[in-house]
């Protein structure tokens, strides 16, 4: 403990407090650190109690058992000596370090101002994080002139020693609160998408809102987002015409030609399919990584949930049935005496009328459009990720990964928890690899 420069901090202390009125007010920030136990804030404040000190701000860390507590207090210069004395005796008795920093009025004043300004929810998130990683992110938040207030790691401590089986499904997570406005929101987001894109993980810029805080409704995509095929796909192979419709289906994600047309044109060549086709097929989905641990979270939080998709409401009712989602829009292929017709019934669901759907649903669940989320990978998807308050590019095609503002590439669906704000140490998961705090 540095307990000589701790006395001359004092003495010098006590020497300027003969010089002021006895009844002046005075600001000291205490900083504790060293290793952690309980009842060290605890016998710390019951001190600054004793002599009605009163506390303007505190915030307290540990890191691997190592403590780290700030904590500014308020008092009058007639009893700041003896508090100080008091606090050193206390901290010598529990083995912590402390140390005294004097605060003017006005650095105080200037303090308090500038928690008037804008707070930003960094997110970061990939199978594994690195110093290199968090060094590129700061460094842009520094460029920014913002200020970060705290860091937090949302996802569960990693063991030293992993099975390959759980290397592979790890997840790593930290969460920066960051105050001030930016020089330039655009290119404050630009820089993360390509610093995200190069070093392969992702990142989430939001501000922090009310909304952001109480989010309510959640909707996805089915094809290559809920399920890693695109269901048409598997569809065209059973129907021996696989190729041509893989072809137009690129073409429509790429964005190159008009989702309906391309609907049409990929159902016409299902006619003549057996009806028994897409049981098969649904009792095969290859489903994606992190769903079911993402539905369980959400039910349990009381969000509503919903599909909407340019595939077919077959599926769409399949997962619904399986993981509980509230609602299913898709298309509805037309079925005549156990065979398809090549026909789809009804309006098709696009990219247009899946931002739409979202809309409805948000109003007739009373939610807010800021409260909702949406979930998509295709060009299709684009006004849908527009619409909601949060959008978020999943494992995205190239032209939809430029245009959201948030993308996850790196993990599987649950990544949308992290984005939320959920922490590994609330959420019940059989994961190995998401530890409790």
Known sequence: MENAALSYQLSNHMQNEETTRSN?????????????????????TEILARYDAGILDIGQADIHHS???????????DVSGDILKELLLKAYELNV?????PVTIEEYEDWVGRQGKNRWIITILGRKLTARHIALVTAEVARQQLNIDGIQRLTGRMPLREMPEATSQAKACVELSVRGTPLSHADMQARFMEIAQAEEFDISLQEDTMYRRCRRLVCFDMDSTLIETEVIDELAQRAGVGDKVRAITERAMRGEIDFCESFRERVALLEGLPESVMQEIAESLPVTEGLERMMKVLKLAGFKTAI???GFTYFGNY??????????????L???D???TGRAVGEIVDGRRKAELLK???QVENVNIAQTIAVGDGANDLPMLATAGLGIAFHAKPKVKETAEQSISTIGLDGVLYFIGFKDSFISTPNPTAAAH
Request: net charge negative; glycine share 10%.
């Open 97 to 101: 370090n402390i140390r005294f920093t």
């Open 360 to 362: 409805l649903i948000a």
């Open 24 to 44: 002046e007010t005075e600001l000291i920030l205490i900083n504790i650190s060293g290793h952690d136990r309980p009842g060290v804030t605890s016998a710390l």
């Open 67 to 77: 403590l780290s507590l700030g904590l500014l207090f308020k008092t009058s210069s």
């Open 308 to 310: 909407l998709s340019g």
């Open 334 to 336: 037309e079925i005549v």
């Open 338 to 340: 156990g065979h398809l």
């Open 319 to 332: 997962l619904k049935q399986k993981y509980g989602f509230d609602y299913v829009y898709a298309n509805e």
